[in-house]
């Protein structure tokens, strides 16, 4: 008897749970009370979004009559780059304040496949510093792949009035990230005094 009782009360049990999986099908919002929600547990600086790379391959209207890649088109790709690694890292738009070491360190060519990716290296408190870096490819040849230009760019985030509105921090993780992060910063502090030198005579100079 008490065999057949417990058969029973298991059987009872399933049925249940059946009927409670249907409930939540019909009601979700029964499931969400029984489920709580997941935390959005993303870090506050954004790490998954500091960083947009962009293809393209070059054709004649990008080059001279020599099939040589004007050097503005590049510049321009790596200022769309950076400007969209700035705006989806802030959040808001972001305009160009300074570009700073344009290396070009080989041509690039009608046909060859270009790859600019922007990565945020620093922030300050509106600013933000992207590291762009572009590399070449010729479709036709394997071992052509290599380094073209690289620059980094200063944006400063706005605010819907057009102010300077704050930005995420950006904390360096990586050996790479540090080395980068502490290159932006001996360069800011020398563009900081060449800028208070350019004041100073300027000031003299309207004396």
Do not use: W
Not at 62 to 67: E, F, K, V
Not at 84 to 93: D, P, S
């Amino acid at each position: 008897m008490g065999s057949e009782d417990s058969l029973k009360d298991k059987s009872e049990d399933r049925d249940a749970g059946r009927n409670a999986d249907r409930r939540d099908d019909i009601c979700p919002e029964r499931r969400d009370e029984r489920r709580p929600e997941r935390r959005d547990e993303r870090r506050p600086d954004r790490r998954d979004d500091g960083s947009v790379t962009m293809t393209m391959i070059m054709e004649p209207h990008h080059a001279n009559i020599l099939g040589n890649v004007h050097g503005g088109e590049i510049m321009r790709l790596m200022d769309t780059t950076a400007a969209c690694t700035a705006n989806k890292f802030a959040k808001t738009f972001c305009v160009t304040a300074r570009v700073d070491e344009m290396q070009f360190l080989k041509p690039l060519h009608i046909g060859n496949f270009v790859t600019c990716k922007g990565t945020v290296v620093s922030t300050g408190k509106s600013s933000i510093e992207v590291r762009v870096t572009v590399d070449t490819e010729d479709i036709h040849d394997i071992d052509s792949k290599g380094r073209a230009l690289e620059a980094f760019f200063t944006f400063v985030a706005l605010d819907e009035d057009g102010h300077p509105t704050p930005v995420p921090p950006f904390v360096p993780e990586t050996d790479r990230e540090k080395e980068l992060h502490e290159h932006v910063k001996t360069r800011r502090a020398f563009y900081n005094d060449r800028r208070e030198a350019a004041k100073q005579r300027a000031a003299k100079k309207d004396s």
